[in-house]
């Protein structure tokens, strides 16, 4: 084992685990599970990356497509989806730097519920973006999709949560 890769490794690790952890529980709703997936990720990125001594640009982005596919391929075994209902409005989710005047009136439950509503890959997009807080470019390295591509999936998806949002409104002032 190489003494720098295992540094690499280790500085790797205390910098990304609490976000990649804190990515799975948003999704998963289950803190073993989240742990267990949480330490896959740093186990491949090992075994096929850093253990081998591979240059790694975007690591950040790496580990997050890593991520990703874990939490597809958990999905499909289990054929489960958690809700964000477990989630409060202490947990960071801020709609404020949408563009989406609407969207930045409701409340952080109504927007959980409106989130639930939306498909999983609007949801994804939605919660990458605006509740975790990457840039295009990040999400578009875990996705492995053009940043083009990326921002009209991420417009079209808010366009979606506001309408949500606008026929929500338009029940309670009835």
């Known amino acids: 084992m190489n003494e720098q890769n295992k540094k690499t490794m280790e500085e790797v690790y205390s910098t990304y685990v609490d976000d990649i952890f804190r990515y799975f529980s948003f999704r998963l709703g289950n803190k073993e599970k989240a742990l267990d997936l949480t330490q896959e990720v740093f186990i491949r990125m090992w075994q096929s990356y850093i253990g081998k001594g591979a240059d790694v640009e975007h690591i950040k982005a790496l580990l997050y497509r890593i991520a990703h596919n874990l939490l597809v391929n958990s999905y499909q075994r289990d054929v489960r989806h958690e809700s964000l209902d477990t989630l409060s409005e202490d947990d960071g989710f801020d709609v404020a730097d949408t563009t ?58 808010l366009e979606r949560l506001e309408d949500l949002y606008t026929k929500h409104e338009h029940k309670t002032h009835e």
């Not at 005047?101 to 939306?118: K, P, V």
């Not at 890959?121 to 083009?148: P, T």
């Open 100 to 157: 989406q005047n609407t969207l930045q009136q409701a409340s952080a439950e109504e927007l959980h519920r409106m989130l639930t509503r939306l498909s999983d890959k609007d949801a994804e997009l939605i919660r990458l973006r605006h509740i975790e807080g990457f840039s295009v470019q990040e999400i578009a390295a875990i996705q492995q999709v053009s940043e083009n591509t990326l921002s009209v999936r991420i417009h079209r998806a």
